[in-house]
């Protein structure tokens, strides 16, 4: 593992998705977006085979550990405990937390994907690393998304999660500031990153947001 | 886990498949079948969510585990560790051998499938425990299969075994005899079990024939 649980800059959250990557290269889109200043990198890939996947996490996991960027994998724990990832995420249909937990051991990180104070509330009691809160806007990466919860729905689940909180759904630079301004940690991204042209510039311009929106709230607190 | 590895009867070695089950009940399909003379249970579903596979999972490997037979689980190391299976059959598209057994330690079982003598060699060398030959023959249960080797070519490939061996791919209660002459420890089954309306008369029916088959080899040695 490339970090300490302590020490994650969870601001900007890039997950990797075939669909939005095309025909270029995974590994070469990666690592512009970690030039650019991704802070985490999830790898999420859902129709590979087990050893095709394990092959791109391998790969995956050492450009992370380069950027010194943890390197987290979506749903699938042998995957993980495969390439050494730094820990998974999970949804509500994947492994149950307390298994994965007992697979992962203390160190590695457990994110979960919430979408109400009851989910909250489990993934917390169950020990979560960090929350993932979903959706904040409609987004076309996960058709199957939930009803958004808007800025408001952000804030007010905010109030109940004590562990790190990032924010995913339809999240770009034309809303970063109202979400940050929600409170969470940082921000997801998907389409937003990968899906550009120049994911290392996108990166970039997302970061240079984040920094205003945060020096901003530092020299004007409310 | 409830076997040890030496003490395996690979005889009648049956497979899951939801698309054989239909509406059915997985749970008491399964049962019959145990009752009708399983001596193996490999779990496979592809489609399910993670959750689904390890709910399935627990379910199965607590009756498996009730009638005294081993439990593997296909290709997901995650569910197999997460429910205590017995082992896992890998693939050639599955996790590397030398991962796996890295994941699973020395004591779980892992088979492999293999169809040619480069991947027999290979999986032995990497401390496979069993190895399942494939295809005999044509099957409709996994339509992307290779060329079946027939049971001259299974004759050919099993003289360059030395660990426990099935065959798998088209068996059933007419070709039985043949394919247990070639010297298989024992045959793999799909439709032949699960799929038929009476999975525990199927089973018995095989393991009957077996029985005769072996006797009479032992009775009159060629």
Chains 1, 2 share one sequence.
Request: net charge neutral; with cysteine.
């Amino acid at each position: 593992m490339s970090c300490s649980k302590r020490l994650v800059d969870w601001s900007l959250y890039v997950i990797t998705d075939a669909g939005v990557i095309g025909a270029r290269s995974l590994l070469e889109v990666v690592e512009a977006a970690l030039r650019g200043g991704t802070t985490v990198l999830q790898y999420r890939e859902k129709k590979k085979t087990t050893r095709g996947m394990v092959e791109e996490a391998v790969a995956l996991s050492a450009l992370c550990r380069r950027y010194g960027v943890p390197f987290l994998v979506n749903d699938r724990i042998d995957v993980a405990l495969a390439v050494e990832a730094d820990g998974v995420h999970l949804g509500q249909d994947d492994m149950p937390l307390e298994t994965a937990r007992r697979l992962l051991g203390p160190h590695r990180l457990i994110g979960i994907t919430v979408h109400n104070r009851e989910e909250i509330e489990e993934a917390q009691r169950g020990g979560a690393d960090y929350l993932s809160l979903a959706p904040v806007f409609a987004t076309a990466t996960k058709p199957d998304h939930q009803t958004p919860m808007g800025v408001d729905g952000l804030k007010k689940l905010l109030a109940e999660v004590t562990c790190p909180a990032v924010a995913i759904g339809g999240i770009n630079a034309d809303n970063l500031a109202q979400v940050l301004g929600a409170g969470v940690d940082g921000v997801c991204v998907v389409s937003a990153v990968l899906g550009r042209d120049d994911p290392e510039n996108a990166a970039r311009t997302l970061r240079r947001l984040m920094d205003e929106v945060r020096r901003h709230r530092i020299e004007k607190p409310q």
